[in-house]
């Protein structure tokens, strides 16, 4: 990994490889001229043998310099299955080094330089996913003069086992101290550590509203970005369904030794299995964040419609179709019958004038397409809605979109995710065309990139901040624009979570 650092004083040529230099140590890049990129840095020490599920201990330093031009190890995981590998892809890389940091900074930057920084966290239910994936690439945001970071922790069992000896949210540990890191580090890449943005997806935007919703959440960052992720987490005994199963299932106790005795891909095998046997609708065992220890002491909903992190500027959406990425590609759109949503709909308490509501908009609509939209509005539309509202009179600005660009790709429409190659500018990546086609519109991408990047460069997107009104910035295939409180009438009544 590493060889002997160049002799002090000497000078390096032009077109060198770039090294930064840690407080760890020397790393090497490499650069196309105008992107410097140094990847698989580690963070934090590998978490196996006596550091598996224990709390994350810092990466200790190593001498010469360290080669940065490949992605470290990505965290045990299955590939995804049941329809959904055709749309998301898995990269495996092996090793132990799963807690590890890349970089993108402009290339031939100037001597002390002070950029803005964005942190990217990577989605994926919390048991799959990697930095490594083509579409987190952070060449268009570093082409904007940002230097950006994406980053890698533990999922599953490894990162968010609920065990009786166990911290819980190991993951969300892991991540905090992967900011730790970027406050320290990232000016040896041209960053600013006093203008950080974490950008969380899907189960990442979960994690990171749990990390916004710390008392000390300014120590970590200075703005958020949540992108379609819910914004609670499970009691213990809920959460802890999974973990308890896997235990019953291998005939180990539910603690460290029983848990560090079985093989992370034994834990991984376990774990999908469990899964695929699991309610479409999710009742079954899964894998979430936790109430409860150091990393999310309370539901972050509740702590944040309290208050907290009312200080940090926030950007937060969804797409409108999201609910489309699992019912579609799993057949569950077509075989839920009015029985079901009927009881579903009472098993989740939601009024009956809610789902009047959506038939008198959608009035072609399945059963099945009828859920997933109720589905939608209790975990994402009105939970942001709630947490929007109570930070208007808050000191720091909210900014609300919703991604509403139809793919035309098997019905997906706007489904789960399908925003990322757009805020990325990446619609030529494998797993954008996967999820859009090869066909989608490129404005819509200039547009959406160039909010995102006003965000973390200025601090703001370019469009109405939140208020009484609920302005919800709305990004279809003519670019964005306004929508006051839209469909209201399908939040109204729905039970707080």
Same mark, same amino acid.
Request: hydrophobic share 45%; no cysteine; charged share 20%.
């Given at each position: 990994?590493t060889?002997?650092a160049?002799a002090?004083g000497?000078?390096?040529? #032009?077109?060198a490889p770039?090294?930064?230099?840690?407080? &760890?140590?020397?790393?090497?890049?490499?650069t196309?001229g105008?992107i %410097?990129?140094?990847l698989?840095i580690?963070y934090?020490e590998?978490p196996?043998g006596s550091?598996r599920f224990?709390a994350p201990?810092?990466?200790?330093? !190593?001498?010469g310099?360290?080669d940065?031009?490949?992605?470290a190890a990505?965290?045990?995981?299955s590939?995804?299955?049941?329809g959904?590998?055709?749309?998301l892809?898995?990269v495996?890389?092996?090793g132990?080094?799963?807690?590890?940091?890349?970089? !993108?900074?402009?290339?031939g930057r100037?001597?002390?330089?002070a950029?803005p920084v964005l942190?990217f966290v990577?989605?994926? @239910?919390?048991?799959r996913?990697?930095?490594a994936?083509?579409?987190?690439?952070?060449?268009?945001?570093?082409s904007?003069g940002?230097?950006?970071?994406s980053?890698q922790?533990?999922?599953?069992q490894e990162?968010?086992a609920?065990?009786?000896d166990?911290?819980?949210?190991?993951?969300v540990l892991d991540?905090? #101290? =992967?900011?730790? +890191?970027v406050?320290?580090?990232i000016?040896?890449?041209?960053?600013?550590?006093?203008?950080?943005?974490?950008?969380g997806?899907?189960?990442g935007?979960?994690t990171?509203t749990?990390?916004l919703?710390l008392?000390?959440?300014?120590e970590?960052?200075?703005?958020?970005i949540?992108?379609?992720?819910?914004?609670? @987490?499970q009691?213990?005994?809920?959460a802890?369904r999974m973990?308890r199963e896997?235990a019953?299932?291998?005939g180990v106790?539910?603690t460290?030794?029983?848990?560090?005795s079985?093989?992370?891909a034994?834990l991984?095998?376990q774990?999908t299995a469990i899964?695929a046997?699991?309610s479409?609708?999710g009742?079954?065992?899964?894998?979430a964040l936790t109430?409860?220890? %150091?990393?999310?002491p309370r539901?972050p909903?509740?702590?944040?419609?309290?208050?907290a992190?009312?200080?940090?500027p926030?950007?937060?959406g969804?797409?409108i %179709?999201?609910?489309?990425l +699992?019912f579609?590609p799993?057949g569950v759109?077509?075989?839920?019958?009015?029985?079901t949503l009927a009881? =579903?709909?009472l098993a989740?308490r939601?009024?009956?004038?809610?789902?009047?509501?959506h038939r008198?908009?959608?009035?072609?609509?399945t059963?099945g397409?009828v859920?997933?939209e109720?589905?939608t509005d209790?975990?994402?539309r009105?939970p942001? &809605?709630?947490?929007a509202d109570?930070r208007?009179a808050g000191p720091?600005?909210t !900014?609300?979109y919703?991604f509403? +660009?139809p793919s035309?790709?098997?019905r997906?429409? #706007?489904a789960h995710?399908?925003?990322?190659?757009f805020?990325?500018d990446?619609?030529d990546?494998p797993?954008?065309? @996967?999820?859009g086609?090869?066909?989608?519109?490129q404005?819509?991408?200039t547009?959406?990139?160039?909010s995102w990047t006003s965000?973390?460069?200025?601090?703001d997107p370019? !469009?109405?901040?939140?208020s009484?009104r609920r302005?919800?910035? @709305?990004?279809?295939?003519?670019g964005g624009?306004i929508?006051?409180a839209?469909r209201?009438?399908?939040? %109204?009544?729905l039970?707080?979570r």
């Amino acid at each position: 990994m590493t060889d002997a650092a160049p002799a002090g004083g000497s000078s390096l040529p #032009a077109d060198a490889p770039p090294i930064a230099t840690l407080s &760890t140590g020397l790393v090497r890049g490499a650069t196309d001229g105008r992107i %410097d990129r140094f990847l698989g840095i580690p963070y934090a020490e590998p978490p196996v043998g006596s550091r598996r599920f224990r709390a994350p201990e810092p990466a200790a330093a !190593w001498t010469g310099v360290r080669d940065a031009t490949a992605f470290a190890a990505t965290a045990p995981q299955s590939p995804y299955g049941g329809g959904l590998e055709k749309y998301l892809p898995t990269v495996d890389v092996p090793g132990d080094e799963v807690l590890s940091v890349n970089v !993108w900074t402009p290339g031939g930057r100037e001597p002390g330089a002070a950029l803005p920084v964005l942190v990217f966290v990577h989605g994926g @239910a919390l048991t799959r996913g990697t930095a490594a994936l083509p579409a987190y690439d952070g060449t268009t945001f570093a082409s904007a003069g940002i230097v950006y970071v994406s980053i890698q922790y533990r999922l599953g069992q490894e990162g968010f086992a609920v065990l009786e000896d166990v911290p819980p949210n190991l993951g969300v540990l892991d991540q905090e #101290a =992967a900011l730790r +890191w970027v406050r320290r580090e990232i000016g040896a890449f041209g960053g600013d550590p006093a203008r950080v943005t974490v950008m969380g997806h899907s189960a990442g935007a979960n994690t990171v509203t749990a990390l916004l919703a710390l008392p000390h959440a300014k120590e970590l960052f200075d703005q958020a970005i949540l992108q379609s992720g819910p914004l609670v @987490a499970q009691p213990a005994k809920r959460a802890g369904r999974m973990s308890r199963e896997i235990a019953r299932r291998l005939g180990v106790g539910a603690t460290r030794a029983g848990f560090a005795s079985v093989p992370a891909a034994d834990l991984v095998a376990q774990q999908t299995a469990i899964s695929a046997g699991a309610s479409p609708l999710g009742r079954g065992p899964s894998v979430a964040l936790t109430i409860g220890g %150091d990393a999310v002491p309370r539901n972050p909903l509740d702590a944040l419609v309290a208050g907290a992190g009312r200080d940090i500027p926030v950007l937060i959406g969804s797409t409108i %179709d999201e609910y489309r990425l +699992w019912f579609v590609p799993t057949g569950v759109v077509d075989r839920v019958s009015r029985a079901t949503l009927a009881l =579903a709909r009472l098993a989740s308490r939601v009024p009956a004038r809610v789902v009047r509501a959506h038939r008198a908009r959608r009035p072609d609509a399945t059963p099945g397409e009828v859920l997933g939209e109720v589905v939608t509005d209790v975990l994402l539309r009105a939970p942001i &809605t709630r947490f929007a509202d109570s930070r208007v009179a808050g000191p720091a600005a909210t !900014w609300v979109y919703e991604f509403r +660009w139809p793919s035309p790709v098997d019905r997906l429409r #706007a489904a789960h995710g399908m925003e990322l190659g757009f805020v990325f500018d990446r619609l030529d990546t494998p797993d954008a065309i @996967a999820l859009g086609g090869a066909d989608a519109p490129q404005a819509l991408a200039t547009a959406m990139h160039g909010s995102w990047t006003s965000f973390v460069v200025r601090g703001d997107p370019g !469009w109405e901040r939140w208020s009484a009104r609920r302005p919800v910035q @709305a990004f279809d295939a003519e670019g964005g624009h306004i929508d006051y409180a839209p469909r209201q009438d399908e939040l %109204d009544g729905l039970p707080a979570r």
